[in-house]
Every structure is written in C-alpha cells, then in structure tokens.
T-cell receptor, first 112, second 113 residues
Framework: DAGVIQSPRHEVTEMGQEVTLRCKPI?????LFWYRQTMMRGLELLIY????????DSGMPEDRFSAKMPNASFSTLKIQPSEPRDSAVYFC??????????FGPGTRLTVL | QQQVKQSPQSLIVQKGGISIINCAYE??????FPWYQQFPGKGPALLIA?????SEKKEGRFTISFNKSAKQFSLHIMDSQPGDSATYFC????????????FGKGTLLTVNP
C-alpha cells in the first residue's frame, strides 16, 4: 500500500484565496483525521471522520474551515478565505480498528 | 486547556547517551499512551505505546515508563544515535474516544556524533 497520500505537498497562496487540501487514506481504513501543525501550538486535531461521517469538528478554528469526505477514499479540507495565520503544515491520518494512526507526508501551506 | 504537557521542548544528547522525554496528563479517562516520532518533512509515525496496566514497556533501545498515580509517562532512548534525531510527540487517548489522540507539543531531539 502507498500509505496516506496528500496533495499538494506545498501550497503558496495569497490572503483571501480559497485553498483546498486533499487526502487519500489507506485503503480499508474507516477513520480519517485532519491535523494542523505549527511551532506555537504543536499538533492540533481539526476534525475526524468515521465511515465518511464527521464525528468531531470541535477543533476546526472557525467557519472559514470546512472538511468533507464524499467517499471512503477521499477527503478535502478547505479554507475560504485564507489568512496568513493559517500558514502551517496540515496532516491527514487514517486508521482501522487499531490505535495506530498512519500519517501522510503533510501539506505545507503558506498564506502571504 | 493543554491536556498533555511535554518537556523539554528541545534536548541535545551525545551519541551513546540516554535521552529522556517526559509527559504529564490530567484526564484520568486516558487509557492509551503512544509516542510518535517525526523526521523533518515527514508525517509522525508510531514509535512505541503503552497502556496503564503495565508500568514499563521496552522495544529495542526505546522504553516507556508509566506512573499512573502521578499521571506521568516518559520515553527513554538508550544508546542514542544520530539517526534518532527527530521530533518526539507523546499523546493520550481516552476510552471510547474513537481513536482520538491528544498530543503534547513535541520535543526536538538532537543527537551529536
């Protein structure tokens, strides 16, 4: 298996633009997690899904952030409009019936 | 509220030395405590984990020590190697939490040759 796949790996955009981050979990995994990593705040859980259904979105910072999982093999995290403080590395992770989360390589987002 | 406190923020150790990273938690409902290792430009990966029914778990050069009464756990890296240089995160997961993890802020470990 190729592991968790994220795209793009790097994204540079200007303030106010819409940003869409993509994730393909490991095949067969039924939990998907979105995290944000910054130096100041570390790894923060934004939202997670079970069987494509959002379970807990309490970590989503504000209404500018939204996430979807239209099927078992694809999820998106959208920021609209983006702001410089959204600059971070965004990780997607997945798991199935175990405590081990498998992380993707991350998307480094820079908002100018 | 930071539910898992990790220290130190950074650590420099000589090759062959022992690296020790500490974490403390507040929520007594936590019942699973993993450590993740992250290399630059990569996502975190599970290194070792423990449940509170044991006080210690060892895998090769990596050992977790767990003190349930103090609500503390630590990672010990014996015979530290330059290849161990990475960021280490402790985490905690609660009963019935749907595998939701709460992470510490991380420790940047540098092992000098």
């Amino acid at each position: 298996d190729a592991g968790v796949i994220q795209s793009p790996r790097h994204e540079v955009t200007e303030m106010g633009q819409e940003v869409t981050l993509r994730c393909k979990p490991i095949s067969g995994h039924d939990y998907l997690f979105w995290y944000r990593q910054t130096m100041m705040r570390g790894l923060e859980l934004l939202i997670y899904f079970n069987n494509n259904v959002p379970i807990d979105d309490s970590g989503m910072p504000e209404d500018r952030f939204s996430a979807k999982m239209p099927n078992a093999s694809f999820s998106t995290l959208k920021i609209q409009p983006s702001e410089p403080r959204d600059s971070a590395v965004y990780f997607c992770a997945s798991t199935w019936g175990t405590d081990t989360q498998y992380f993707g390589p991350g998307t480094r987002l820079t908002v100018l | 509220q930071q539910q898992v406190k990790q220290s130190p923020q950074s650590l420099i150790v000589q090759k062959g030395g022992i690296s020790i990273i500490n974490c403390a938690y507040e929520n007594t409902a936590f019942d699973y405590f993993p450590w993740y290792q992250q290399f630059p430009g990569k996502g975190p990966a599970l290194l070792i984990a423990i449940r509170p029914d044991v006080s210690e778990k060892k895998e090769g050069r990596f050992t977790i020590s767990f003190n349930k009464s103090a609500k503390q756990f630590s990672l010990h890296i014996m015979d530290s190697q330059p290849g161990d240089s990475a960021t280490y995160f402790c985490a905690a997961q609660g009963v019935g939490s749907n595998y939701k993890l709460t992470f510490g802020k991380g420790t940047l470990l540098t092992v000098n040759p």
